[in-house]
Nanobody
């Protein structure tokens, strides 16, 4: 069974930092575009950052210059370093993997930023 498991969420004060991790339990993700999405209460799930197998990254405008997505292919893990967190960054963060035409989601992890 293919799994994506997130960790590293929690409660942090505004201006603080957190690092999310997504461990992929299948080698197919080494060739996948990986991404982080988030869903705020009452809102749709939106893309936060993506990284291709070659390391090309994209970011939502709201997190540019604050968040960094990276991946460790040997460890099959994708990271999201979140700096200068704001209250509007609060939500459930989901890891997403797209190997070829397939798509997989993690179970989500809560990030809460207190103002």
């Amino acid at each position: 069974q293919v799994q994506l498991v997130e960790s590293g969420g929690g409660l942090v004060q505004s201006g603080g930092s957190l690092r999310l991790s997504c461990l992929a339990y299948a080698n197919i993700f080494k060739l996948a575009t990986m991404a982080w999405y988030r869903q705020a209460p009452g809102k749709e799930r939106d893309m936060v950052a993506t990284i291709t197998k070659g390391g090309t990254t994209t970011y939502a405008d709201s997190v540019k210059d604050r968040f960094i997505i990276s991946r460790d292919t040997r460890e099959n893990t994708v990271y999201l370093q979140m700096n200068n967190l704001k209250a509007e960054d609060t939500g459930v963060y989901y890891c997403n993997g797209r190997p070829g035409n397939l798509e997989f989601w993690g179970q989500g992890i809560q990030v809460t930023v207190s103002s």
